[in-house]
């Protein structure tokens, strides 16, 4: 993770056939979410929510986007409640955490020592979760997943690919979205091609759960880029009703895949904000904390 718009350092079939066309139709909107206890002064931004207990994993970091750790918030009686760190959470920086849809198993990116080493720069983590619940000892996902440079945001696609971006060389930019597949114990990594990938900077990657397409962060900007018979087609830019300000980022789908949870810097006292984007039907999602009696 990292503040992609500046300098490199978070849907099933039934989504609505306006968004497929570019721009933002007649009854889809961009709206705050700023529940108490999870709004603040700082910035929040990637969340995710737990399929198995419905808490809220975000990253919250300074008002300019430095510091991240992720922290966990449970919805209670008065709402949600004070957020907490995990309880594997490491040394160095965390971010980008996403659940399979099992709730088994957590991605997210860390720089905690290993080995007794610090680190600088950032790699992919998983952590895998008993039967009765409790988490385990994270993994460090073995090269060539990781690399010396950064990588951020990996997602986890339908057909077993693991998306990620990295500022690793070989690609066609300066940063670039890669995927990772594990066959047999041994992990084969490869660039995600030019439909994905330019000459700036392209770091978040976010597949539908259909896997016909992809909410792509790119150059301070979000992108479409879907998938036909003949592979993945030339990614577009979504306008700006989405792309307000160059800050988007960290955005996750609702179950449904109708609503787009995502965070921006609302360039005010309250720094970076969620936002949730109706791209279908409307929904009861998040669900309301408390719940209505």
């Known amino acids: 993770m990292h503040r992609r718009h500046r300098a490199p350092s978070i849907a099933t079939a039934v989504i609505s056939s306006a968004f497929v066309a570019c721009g933002v139709a007649a009854g889809?909107?961009?709206?705050?979410?700023?529940?108490?206890?999870?709004?603040?002064?700082?910035?929040?931004?990637?969340?995710?929510?737990?399929?198995?207990?419905?808490?809220?994993?975000?990253v919250r970091s300074s008002p300019k986007f430095e510091g991240w750790r992720i922290l966990v918030s449970r919805c209670g009686a008065n709402g949600w409640g004070d957020p907490q760190p995990p309880p594997f959470a490491g040394d160095g920086v965390e971010a980008d955490p996403w659940f399979t849809s099992d709730g088994r198993t957590l991605y997210f990116i860390s720089s905690r020592t290993r080995d007794g080493t610090p680190r600088k720069d950032l790699d992919i983590w998983r952590v895998d979760r008993a039967a009765g619940g409790q988490w385990g000892t994270p993994q460090r996902l073995p090269e060539p997943v990781n690399s010396s440079a950064q990588e951020w945001f990996p997602r986890l696609a339908s057909d077993g690919w693991l998306y990620f971006g990295s500022g690793r060389p070989g690609g066609h930019g300066k940063t670039d979205i890669w995927r990772a597949r594990e066959e047999g114990g041994r992990w084969t990594v490869e660039n995600a091609g030019p439909a994905f990938n330019g000459p700036g900077d392209e770091y978040e990657p976010l597949p539908s759960t259909d896997g016909t397409w992809m909410l792509l962060e790119g150059n301070g900007a979000y992108y479409r880029v879907r998938r036909d018979g003949n592979g993945w087609r030339p990614r577009e830019k979504l306008p700006a009703e989405i792309n307000r300000n160059g800050s988007e980022i960290g955005a996750t789908f609702s179950p449904s895949g109708r609503t787009v949870l995502f965070a921006r810097d609302t360039k005010g006292p309250l720094s970076g904000e969620f936002f949730l984007w109706h791209v279908g039907a409307h929904e009861a999602w998040p669900p309301a904390c408390p719940a209505p009696k």
Not at 32 to 48: K, L, N, V
């Open 28 to 58: 889809e909107r961009v709206e705050p979410w700023t529940p108490a206890g999870i709004s603040s002064s700082r910035f929040e931004s990637h969340a995710a929510f737990d399929p198995r207990t419905g808490d809220v994993w975000f």
